[in-house]
Every structure is written in C-alpha cells, then in structure tokens.
C-alpha cells in the first residue's frame, strides 16, 4: 500500500508528507486508547538512514494527540538527532534496530495497548476469530520478545528484531507491541486490529470456550476481498476531526 501519487515528489515534500503522517498515526493512536503521552510511531525517508519520530515526553511534548508535523524530530540511525532541539524516546532504538534490521520496514509504531499487551503476557495464541482486513489475517504472525527491559540499547534493539523476525507484529514482555509495515497507515491500523482481535480472544477464553479460529481458506478469500488501507485510514482520520 502507498499514499503517495505516481509521480516522485521532492526529498522536502516527502519528508514533509511524512511528518503530517507520524503526526497523524499518534493522534489516531491516542483516540482509541493505545497510547497516552508515553508510545511512539516513526517512518524512514525513503533511500535514507533519516528517521521522523516524536520526541522524548517532556513540559513541551505531551500526548501524542495533540503532536503537530512541526513538533516532530530527525534522527539518524545512530539515534543522532538531525533535526529539532529535544531528545528522542528513550527506546528510540526499538526504531533504529529495527530499519536496519529489516530494510522492508519503513513505518514502526510502539504502543502499550492493553488488550494486546495481556495476551503476550499469558503467552496465550492470536487466534484468527474475527474478519479484519488487515495484516492479521495473516492468521495471526506475532513474534514475542520474553524480556522485560525497555528497549534503550542498541544491543536490546538487535534482540527485539530477532524476536520479530520476518513478523509485522511482536509482543514486548508486559510492555506493550510494536508493529511493523512499509508504509505508517498499514503500520497503525495493523495495530488497531491486533488490539481488536485480542480483546476478542480474551473475551472469548474468559467466557470459558475456546477461540475457533477462522479457517486458511477464509482467511485467503478475506485477503483477496481486503479494500485498500487508504478508506480505513481515512475513517481514522474523520474520527480525529479531520475529515
């Protein structure tokens, strides 16, 4: 999935698209509950080692619902900041580790989602139970990271990329997810429908039945009937007020 036209825009108008997207992603993030002034979403310019992301919480920098395209910085892959004057998130090397990791990721989100965060805790599976256009109908591809640090050395950075692997979703032990894509949309509504999809299962086992998961072949026509990520993001937007 894209946002962006046909035609390759400018390294100024694409670095500013992406502010405006980050921007947007934590605000939609913080209207449905998954983040508070803590969490974080990032996306990597195109052919660089540039990443936007927001700043570390301070007086200036509060909920991510009230971020502007403005407030956010640029750092590099050594977590340098490149532009701005506050410092990065403490774990900002969830997001450095995992761009040089994977070189398909060019959009992290990290939250501390509630429903997502009880099912890593109990190690219990996602089971594939509702229709969800998404990355999760993958049937449920979710690496776990079984340690509880935060994330704010590069050599924790490189053991949370090995824990996700090739997944577009990890658990981070009792500690929230991040979420994965090539693009900050799909990374952001993923993460909306994992916490979707968890509170489902979780409810469903505190009901005492056992959750029946959806089967392959549903899950490959549901791909191919999937409409494109743009509407969904849009409805996010309009929810924000902006739309």
């Not at 502007?68 to 774990?91: N, S, T």
């Not at 690496?143 to 509880?148: D, I, L, S, Y």
Request: with cysteine.
């Amino acid at each position: 999935m894209t946002v962006t036209g046909s035609g390759a825009p400018a390294p100024e108008a694409d670095e500013s698209r992406l502010r405006h997207l980050v921007a947007t992603a934590g605000a939609i993030l913080y209207q449905q509950g998954l983040v508070d002034y803590l969490g974080h979403c990032s996306a990597r310019v195109p052919g660089t080692d540039r990443v936007i992301i927001k700043p570390k919480f301070s007086t200036r920098t509060r909920a991510l619902g009230s971020l502007k395209p403005d407030d956010l910085l640029v750092i590099d892959l050594d977590g340098v900041v490149l532009e701005g004057d506050q410092a990065p998130p403490a774990e900002w090397p969830i997001h450095t580790s995992l761009y040089r990791a994977r070189p398909d990721i060019a959009a992290i989100v990290h939250t501390h989602q509630p429903a997502a965060t009880l099912l890593g805790v109990m190690e219990l599976p996602l089971v594939p139970v509702l229709h969800i256009p998404s990355v999760l109908t993958n049937g449920g591809d979710v690496g776990r990271w079984r340690c509880a640090q935060l994330v704010t050395t590069p050599d924790l950075g490189r053991s949370l990329a090995e824990a996700l692997s090739q997944s577009p979703l990890c658990h981070l032990q009792g500690h929230g997810i991040v979420s994965v894509a090539g693009d900050i949309p799909t990374a952001t509504l993923a993460a909306i429908a994992f916490e979707q999809l968890a509170e489902a299962n979780l409810r469903i086992r505190q009901a005492g039945s056992t959750p029946r998961a959806i089967s392959e072949e549903d899950l490959r026509a549901l791909r191919a009937a999937a409409g494109p990520v743009e509407g969904r993001w849009a409805y996010y937007e309009q929810l924000l007020g902006n739309g």
